[in-house]
Nanobody, 117 residues
Framework: QVQLVESGGGLVQPGGSLRLSCAAS????????MGWYRQTPGKERELVAT?????TRNYVDSVKSRFTISRDNAKVYLQMNDLKPEDTAVYYC?????????????WGRGTQVTVSS
Protein backbone atom coordinates (compact mmCIF):
# COMPACT_ATOMS: atom_id res chain seq x y z
CA GLN A 1 0.00 0.00 0.00
CA VAL A 2 1.06 3.54 -0.78
CA GLN A 3 0.00 6.51 1.29
CA LEU A 4 -0.20 10.01 -0.15
CA VAL A 5 -0.15 13.11 2.03
CA GLU A 6 -0.93 16.49 0.49
CA SER A 7 -0.13 19.89 1.93
CA GLY A 8 -0.02 23.52 0.90
CA GLY A 9 -3.66 24.39 0.37
CA GLY A 10 -5.33 27.42 1.86
CA LEU A 11 -7.01 30.74 1.26
CA VAL A 12 -5.42 33.16 -1.18
CA GLN A 13 -6.51 36.34 -2.92
CA PRO A 14 -6.97 36.45 -6.70
CA GLY A 15 -3.60 36.84 -8.39
CA GLY A 16 -1.81 35.12 -5.53
CA SER A 17 0.22 31.94 -5.46
CA LEU A 18 0.23 28.62 -3.65
CA ARG A 19 2.46 25.57 -3.83
CA LEU A 20 0.91 22.15 -3.25
CA SER A 21 3.05 19.22 -2.20
CA CYS A 22 2.30 15.51 -2.13
CA ALA A 23 4.55 12.91 -0.56
CA ALA A 24 4.20 9.20 -1.27
CA SER A 25 5.28 6.67 1.33
CA UNK A 26 4.81 3.02 2.15
CA UNK A 27 5.43 0.00 -0.01
CA UNK A 28 6.39 1.70 -3.27
CA UNK A 29 7.53 -0.37 -6.25
CA UNK A 30 7.89 1.80 -9.33
CA UNK A 31 6.13 5.14 -9.54
CA UNK A 32 4.88 6.07 -12.98
CA UNK A 33 2.71 9.08 -13.78
CA MET A 34 2.06 11.52 -10.96
CA GLY A 35 -0.65 14.14 -11.13
CA TRP A 36 -3.01 16.60 -9.60
CA TYR A 37 -6.78 16.65 -10.00
CA ARG A 38 -9.41 18.95 -8.57
CA GLN A 39 -13.08 18.78 -7.74
CA THR A 40 -15.81 21.25 -6.82
CA PRO A 41 -19.21 20.36 -5.31
CA GLY A 42 -21.57 18.84 -7.85
CA LYS A 43 -18.90 18.42 -10.51
CA GLU A 44 -16.73 15.53 -11.60
CA ARG A 45 -13.10 15.39 -10.63
CA GLU A 46 -10.98 16.93 -13.39
CA LEU A 47 -7.38 16.53 -14.35
CA VAL A 48 -5.23 19.59 -13.65
CA ALA A 49 -1.74 18.40 -14.51
CA THR A 50 0.31 15.23 -14.89
CA UNK A 51 4.00 14.47 -15.15
CA UNK A 52 5.62 11.26 -16.35
CA UNK A 53 8.87 9.64 -15.22
CA UNK A 54 10.45 11.20 -18.30
CA UNK A 55 9.20 14.59 -17.07
CA THR A 56 6.66 15.03 -19.84
CA ARG A 57 4.04 17.43 -18.54
CA ASN A 58 0.39 17.77 -19.43
CA TYR A 59 -1.98 20.53 -18.30
CA VAL A 60 -5.65 21.30 -18.63
CA ASP A 61 -5.99 24.36 -20.87
CA SER A 62 -7.36 26.59 -18.11
CA VAL A 63 -4.14 26.41 -16.06
CA LYS A 64 -1.51 26.46 -18.80
CA SER A 65 1.10 29.21 -18.25
CA ARG A 66 -0.09 29.64 -14.63
CA PHE A 67 0.55 26.24 -13.02
CA THR A 68 3.73 24.17 -13.05
CA ILE A 69 3.95 20.53 -12.02
CA SER A 70 7.23 18.99 -10.91
CA ARG A 71 8.41 15.82 -9.19
CA ASP A 72 11.31 14.68 -7.07
CA ASN A 73 11.57 10.98 -6.28
CA ALA A 74 8.35 10.14 -4.42
CA LYS A 75 7.07 13.71 -4.21
CA VAL A 76 5.03 15.75 -6.63
CA TYR A 77 4.44 19.49 -6.51
CA LEU A 78 2.06 21.96 -8.09
CA GLN A 79 3.13 25.58 -8.23
CA MET A 80 0.05 27.70 -8.81
CA ASN A 81 0.48 31.33 -9.82
CA ASP A 82 -2.00 34.04 -10.79
CA LEU A 83 -4.77 32.14 -9.05
CA LYS A 84 -8.36 32.86 -10.04
CA PRO A 85 -11.63 32.32 -8.17
CA GLU A 86 -12.47 29.50 -10.60
CA ASP A 87 -9.41 27.61 -9.33
CA THR A 88 -11.20 27.13 -6.01
CA ALA A 89 -11.56 23.39 -5.43
CA VAL A 90 -10.32 20.44 -3.46
CA TYR A 91 -7.06 19.33 -5.05
CA TYR A 92 -6.12 15.66 -5.04
CA CYS A 93 -2.77 14.04 -5.65
CA UNK A 94 -2.69 10.89 -7.78
CA UNK A 95 0.16 8.43 -8.19
CA UNK A 96 0.57 5.33 -10.34
CA UNK A 97 2.61 2.53 -8.82
CA UNK A 98 3.67 -0.33 -11.08
CA UNK A 99 4.39 -3.84 -9.81
CA UNK A 100 5.12 -6.67 -12.25
CA UNK A 101 3.20 -4.98 -15.04
CA UNK A 102 0.16 -4.20 -12.92
CA UNK A 103 -0.78 -0.58 -12.31
CA UNK A 104 -2.08 0.53 -8.93
CA UNK A 105 -3.71 3.96 -8.58
CA UNK A 106 -3.46 5.85 -5.32
CA TRP A 107 -5.19 9.06 -4.23
CA GLY A 108 -4.57 11.53 -1.47
CA ARG A 109 -7.34 12.82 0.76
CA GLY A 110 -7.32 16.23 -0.85
CA THR A 111 -6.37 19.74 0.16
CA GLN A 112 -8.71 22.73 -0.11
CA VAL A 113 -7.68 25.69 -2.24
CA THR A 114 -9.88 28.77 -1.95
CA VAL A 115 -9.28 31.84 -4.09
CA SER A 116 -11.28 34.78 -2.82
CA SER A 117 -10.91 38.44 -1.96
Amino acid sequence: QVQLVESGGGLVQPGGSLRLSCAASGRIFSIGVMGWYRQTPGKERELVATITKALTRNYVDSVKSRFTISRDNAKVYLQMNDLKPEDTAVYYCNVEDWHYGVKYDYWGRGTQVTVSS
